[in-house]
Every structure is written in structure tokens, then in C-alpha cells.
């Protein structure tokens, strides 16, 4: 009774509070890790033998198994169906890209080097991300895929490296819960590493990509952000900044392209710009060797490098690759120096102790010793292909000539007076081809005029087209046209005539 008169109610105070939250966790977690399996059958475990009565827990048994049964069939057979469906629209793509190297690129078959490079990376793109994404390894978003693009486009072309990438991004975008993200960020990346790395000749061009990469990926990623409903058109706090440092990661591994191009040189027969510019330098073993050997044939090949490379540039063929070629095209004579007019300094010529037939053989063995040489030094075949169709199947005019001249009633050996060849069967070779001829005749022009020059460069190429030197390779009596305007204009501007300065009178 006293207890009740004392207001307790005053002086006693809640040492325990109700939190909803934290219970409604608790019971989840409970709920989670609470076991609805009721025992445990395990493998090779008998159930029940026939004639044996079903009691209530072996019925509970085998119902379990009915419809763990039919889950387990129902499951099988709908991933059947994805893998059917992923594998007919993997083989339309591919049936796809088959088509289009069938329609324009046929060159490709012949060149089994292409094949490989393209559907290695294909392949190789695709199984990286699937095993990424079944095994959760970090973000899909790290992986250079903009580097596939630069690669093809490096060896190969522009639209051939474009139509690749679109291949590979939409059979890897498979693997992944949201594709149409993927597939147009990946592509408008790939896009902008293919226009801003037209020719990949030094390492701060590929810095430069990987910059590019980089603010392509973050500026739509952004964009997707904003479009969400996520809240972030009003509270930019809810920016998503790991995805930001994949981006990063992602222009770091581009820049792996530069040192990679190298192993794939070896391993599929490519020649990139890299290597050409590092084989067109004159300091390099060979030309320095060259210079001394031959000066007079170090020069002439100068001069057609410059003729080669300006017409390669006018009519859309790799100038690069063709002056590189035209450096190289005549190494073959450090073998017989003395025996090439270039390289005679007065004296005795040596093709007067020799025949017709033995002059001719040893001017033709300079393409040969030519291919020894840079076999010898690792040349590319891209370089040697230079060194053995820069005559094509042509003969040693002078000698020939010389050798029917006397002989008017005998029929000559065409094989003695002919080079080994083949016939140029790219732009590149047929350009050197006619810059080869050319800049050589000009030298012997009595003199230099508009008219002389153009006269000569149309005489030869002309007979070159006649004598069907051009069959075999793409190129259009247009790209020929504009060879020949680049030739008169360059050696005009070389040959010009200079004012003669008066003397001063005494």
C-alpha cells in the first residue's frame, strides 16, 4: 500500500528504447539464415526399396525430390535456350562480317595474316569479358576495348577497324545486365580512337588517344547519369566516381597498344608505321652503309622517296610504307657499285670487259643481292616486296637493245635480259615503280625544260602501262594521272634554272 502512494512513476526512468530499425534487421537476418530444409538426403543415399510402405516423412522425401527435379529441368532447359539464342545471334554477326570482308575486302583471304589478327582479337575481346563478368572480376569498363580499333587500324584500315569493333562490342555486350549502355559508350570510344590516330608513327600520338578515350567515356557515362532517375540533375554527390577511375584505368591500359604492336608484327607479318619510321631513319646501320658504299645510289633513292611519298600522299596510298620502300629498293648494289653510272666517278667502265648477256646479269643481280641483304638484316617482306617488283618483269633496255642491234638476225634469250620480278601488285610498288624510272631518265634530259620534263615522265610511264607493268595491281588510270602531275611538278621545282650572276668589272 505504501509502495503505491510513493508515485514511483516519478522517480523511474526507460533504461530500454524501442528500435524499429533495428529489429526489423534482426528478424531479416534471422529469417536469412534460417534453414527451411527439413534433414538432408545426400548423394548415392537410398530413399525407399520397392514394396516398402511410404511412411510421412519418406512422402515428404520424395516430393522434395519431384520438385527439385522439375526445378532443376525447368532451369536446364531455359539456359538451353539463352545458349541457343546467344550462339544464332553470335553466327549472324559473324555470318555478317564475313560478308562484308567477302564484299569488300577480298585482298584479306589471300592474306591469311588479316584473318588471324581479326578474329584473334574478336575472340579474345569476347572470352575476357564473359570470364569477367561469370566470375566478378572487377568492372568490364577496365578493359582497353578501344585498343582493338587502333590495332586493326594500324595493320589494316580505317572501316575495317570500325565494323570490327561494332562486331565485338555487341557479341561481348551479351555477357552483361545492361548492353545499350555498353554498346554505345564502347562504340562512340572506338570511333574517336580510329579518327584521332590516322597513322600511329610516335608514342605521344597514343597518349593523346588515350586522352580522347578517356573524356569520351566519362563525358556519355555522364550523360547516362543524367538521364537516370537517380537524383542527380539536383545532387551531384550521388556521382558514381568509381566508374570515373575504371575510365582512367581503362586510357592507362591503351597506352600498353605502342609495345604490343611489336609482338604482333612478329606473331601475323604486319609492318606498322612504328617500324617503318624507325627503318626510314638514314643514321640506321644499313643506309648509313649504303651512303658510303653507293652515294651516288644512296641519292638517286632519296630522290625517289620524295617523288614516291608526295604522289602516294595525292592519290590516298600509304606514303610511308612507300618511302621506306624506296630507300631500301636499291641496296642490292653495294654488291657491284662500280658497275651502276650512278656511282661511277670517271675511269674505266667496267661493262666493257663484259658481253651484253654478262652486263645485263650482273645489273639483274642487284634485285637479288638486294633480297639477300635484307634478309640478312631482318627487313620486313613488306620492304623486300619493294626490292623485288621495282623493275617488275622489265628488261635491262639497254643491253637488249644493244645486244639486237648487233644480232639483228638472231633471236635473243628474253630470260638473260630480263629481271626475276613480280609485276608491282599493290599502289605503293607501282608508284616506286614509276618513280624509280623517272627520276633516273631525268638525270640524262640535255636540259631542263617544262616541256622536256613533261615529255619524259609521260614517255615512260606511258610505256610502263603499255607494257602492262600495272595489271596486276589496284591502281586507276586517274591515280595514275596524278602521279604523273606530281612528277612534272616536282622536278621542275628540282631541275629549275637559276639566274647566272654578273661579274663585277674591273
Not at 578501344?146 to 594500324?154: F, S, T
Not at 617523288?307 to 618511302?323: D, N, P, T, W, Y
Request: with cysteine.
Amino acid at each position: 500500500e505504501s509502495l503505491r502512494q510513493c508515485s514511483l512513476n516519478e522517480y523511474i526512468t526507460p533504461n530500454l528504447t524501442f528500435d524499429e530499425e533495428r529489429t526489423q534487421a534482426a528478424k531479416e537476418e534471422i529469417l536469412n539464415n534460417y534453414s527451411w530444409a527439413n534433414g538432408l538426403v545426400v548423394s548415392g543415399q537410398k530413399i525407399i526399396d520397392r514394396g516398402e510402405i511410404v511412411s510421412p516423412h519418406t512422402y515428404n522425401i520424395l516430393e522434395s525430390l519431384r520438385k527439385e527435379s522439375i526445378k532443376r529441368n525447368e532451369s536446364m532447359g531455359q539456359n538451353r535456350l539463352i545458349l541457343g539464342g546467344q550462339i544464332l545471334f553470335v553466327g549472324m554477326l559473324m555470318l555478317c562480317f564475313m560478308l562484308y570482308l567477302d564484299l569488300f575486302r577480298k585482298d584479306y583471304y589471300q592474306r591469311k595474316g588479316s584473318l588471324s589478327l581479326l578474329f584473334t582479337l574478336i575472340v579474345f575481346y569476347s572470352v575476357i569479358t564473359a570470364f569477367m563478368v561469370t566470375h566478378n572480376l572487377f568492372n568490364v569498363y577496365i578493359i582497353p576495348y578501344a585498343m582493338l580499333p587502333i590495332i586493326i587500324r594500324v595493320f589494316l584500315d580505317s572501316r575495317t577497324a570500325f565494323l570490327t569493333h561494332v562486331i565485338t562490342i555487341l557479341i561481348c555486350s551479351i555477357s552483361l545486365r545492361f548492353p545499350h549502355e555498353f554498346i554505345l559508350t564502347q562504340l562512340a570510344a572506338g570511333l574517336v580512337a580510329i579518327f584521332s590516330l590516322r597513322e600511329l608513327s610516335q608514342r605521344s600520338q597514343l597518349f593523346r588517344t588515350a586522352l580522347l578515350v578517356i573524356l569520351t567515356y566519362a563525358a556519355i557515362y555522364f550523360a547516362f547519369e543524367l538521364m537516370t532517375e537517380n537524383g542527380l540533375s539536383t545532387d551531384f554527390s550521388k556521382l558514381n566516381i568509381r566508374m570515373y577511375t575504371y575510365f582512367i584505368i581503362n586510357g592507362i591500359l591503351l597506352l600498353f597498344t605502342y609495345p604490343l604492336l611489336f609482338l604482333l608484327e612478329k606473331t601475323f607479318g604486319f609492318t606498322s608505321n612504328v617500324t617503318l619510321v624507325e627503318l626510314s631513319n638514314i643514321n640506321n646501320d644499313l643506309l648509313r652503309q649504303m651512303s658510303e658504299t653507293v652515294p651516288g645510289t644512296f641519292q638517286h633513292s632519296m630522290q625517289v622517296a620524295n617523288l614516291a611519298a608526295e604522289a602516294a600522299i595525292r592519290i590516298g596510298a600509304k606514303s610511308q610504307l612507300v618511302r621506306t620502300g624506296a630507300l631500301y629498293h636499291d641496296i642490292g648494289k653495294m654488291e657491284n657499285p662500280a658497275f651502276f653510272t650512278e656511282n661511277q666517278s670517271g675511269g674505266v667502265n667496267p661493262h666493257k670487259n663484259l658481253n651484253y648477256e654478262q652486263s645485263a646479269q650482273v645489273v639483274i643481280s642487284h634485285v637479288t643481292d638486294g633480297l639477300k641483304l635484307a634478309d640478312k638484316h631482318n627487313l620486313p617482306k613488306a620492304i623486300k616486296d619493294f626490292i623485288s617488283t621495282h623493275h617488275g618483269r622489265g628488261k635491262t633496255k639497254y643491253f637488249y637493245i644493244s645486244w639486237k642491234n648487233e644480232h639483228p638476225d638472231e633471236e635473243p634469250n628474253e630470260e638473260l635480259f630480263t629481271y626475276p620480278g613480280p609485276n608491282p601488285f599493290t599502289k605503293e610498288q607501282a608508284i616506286l615503280m614509276m618513280a624509280d624510272a623517272v627520276e633516273a631518265a631525268s638525270r640524262s634530259l640535255p636540259e631542263y625544260t617544262e616541256e622536256t620534263i613533261s615529255n619524259l615522265v609521260d614517255k615512260i610511264i606511258d610505256s610502263q602501262v603499255t607494257e602492262g607493268y600495272f595489271k596486276e595491281c589496284p591502281i586507276t588510270f586517274k591515280d595514275i594521272a596524278t602521279v604523273k602531275a606530281v612528277f612534272k611538278e616536282k622536278l621542275k621545282i628540282a631541275y629549275h634554272t637559276r639566274i647566272s650572276y654578273p661579274e663585277l668589272k674591273k
